[in-house]
């Protein structure tokens, strides 16, 4: 459990590492199947192995940026007083590189601002980084911004 003000002072730290995720193919195809976005490259392994670039199927962009919600709940600290959340948006996302199925990844979150809009209310903006187990660059870096509403 965390204060908002000791929350407020970690301004441009790091506040929190989510646990490795595992992306199987299963999950892969069932994103498909809930997005009806059956592109080759992320649900045919034997034709992404032969013609595409990636070495076999990769995660949908959408689905490793889905896992942000579940990856911010286990890394960052509860916060007193807060009775509910709730995903604000993005002000920045890109997607630096392909996330292969059977890889794991993990979610980085450095605090940017934490702006109170009235007494119950605060925007914390995060920098959240996705990491790919065992590559040098990251799935994807975006600037998320979560409201909380307090007691």
Same mark, same amino acid.
């Given at each position: 459990?965390?204060?908002?003000?000791?929350?407020?002072?970690?301004?441009?730290?790091?506040?929190?590492?989510?646990?490795?995720?595992?992306?199987?193919?299963?999950?892969?195809?069932?994103?498909?199947?809930?997005?009806?976005?059956?592109?080759?490259?992320?649900? @045919?392994?034997? *034709?992404?192995? +032969?013609?595409? !670039?990636? $070495?076999?199927? %990769?995660?949908?962009? &959408?689905?490793? #940026?889905?896992?942000?919600?579940?990856?911010?709940?286990?890394?960052?600290?509860?916060?007193?007083?807060?009775?509910?959340?709730?995903?604000?948006?993005? @002000?920045?996302? *890109?997607?630096? +590189?392909?996330? !292969?199925? $059977?890889?794991? %990844?993990?979610?980085? &979150?450095?605090? #940017?601002?934490?702006?109170?809009?009235?007494?119950?209310?605060?925007?914390?903006?995060?920098?959240?980084?996705?990491?790919?187990?065992?590559?040098?660059?990251?799935?994807?870096?975006?600037?998320?911004?979560?409201?909380?509403?307090?007691?």
């Amino acid at each position: 459990m965390i204060s908002l003000a000791t929350l407020q002072a970690r301004v441009g730290s790091e506040i929190g590492i989510s646990p490795w995720i595992d992306i199987s193919q299963q999950s892969i195809d069932d994103f498909a199947a809930v997005t009806i976005d059956h592109q080759f490259i992320h649900v @045919d392994p034997v *034709r992404a192995r +032969s013609n595409a !670039p990636f $070495g076999g199927t %990769i995660a949908h962009g &959408f689905l490793t #940026l889905s896992f942000l919600s579940h990856m911010i709940e286990s890394a960052l600290p509860e916060i007193e007083g807060v009775k509910r959340s709730i995903n604000y948006g993005f @002000d920045r996302i *890109r997607f630096l +590189s392909p996330v !292969p199925s $059977g890889s794991q %990844i993990r979610g980085r &979150f450095e605090l #940017l601002r934490a702006e109170v809009q009235r007494d119950t209310e605060v925007t914390l903006c995060c920098r959240a980084t996705i990491d790919i187990r065992n590559h040098e660059r990251p799935a994807l870096v975006a600037d998320w911004l979560v409201r909380y509403y307090l007691a």
